[in-house]
Nanobody, 129 residues
């Protein structure tokens, strides 16, 4: 059982940066797939960024939605059991509830919600123009 708690959301102006965090317990397992999703009211969750599990034959691979490539960066610090999403040059359309999620297997990209068994409660990001 993995429990996830997001933090770091808030309100920022367009063009500014924000970093959201997700703390995993008991561990941020290196062999799990970790992802950030976002959701607007009445809409489905959208995969924003993902980082694959480390295997004996490959290092972690990051993936991003086209809309955030070059501006968002997913990373993790295993020693802190924390997953991050650094969001730069934020646009108003980035405003949403952001969720972290985990899966014991690497899903294809873009990820489907149903492939993730572990979810946090979400952290709200608001971007004003």
């Amino acid at each position: 059982e993995v429990q996830l708690v997001e933090s770091g959301g808030g309100s920022v102006q367009a063009g500014r940066s924000l970093r959201v965090s997700c703390t995993a317990s008991p561990y941020l397992y290196d062999n799990y797939y970790w992802a950030w999703f976002r959701q607007l009211p009445g809409k489905e969750r959208e995969g924003v960024a993902g980082i694959s599990g480390i295997t004996s034959y490959a290092d972690a691979i990051t993936s991003y939605a086209d809309s955030v490539k070059g501006r968002f960066t997913i990373s993790k610090v295993s020693a802190k059991n924390t997953l991050y999403l650094q969001m730069n040059s934020l646009k108003p359309d980035a405003a949403a509830m952001y969720y972290c999620a985990a899966s014991p297997v690497n899903p294809p990209w873009p990820p489907e919600e149903g492939r993730f068994g572990y979810w946090g409660q979400g952290t709200q990001v608001t971007v004003s123009s």
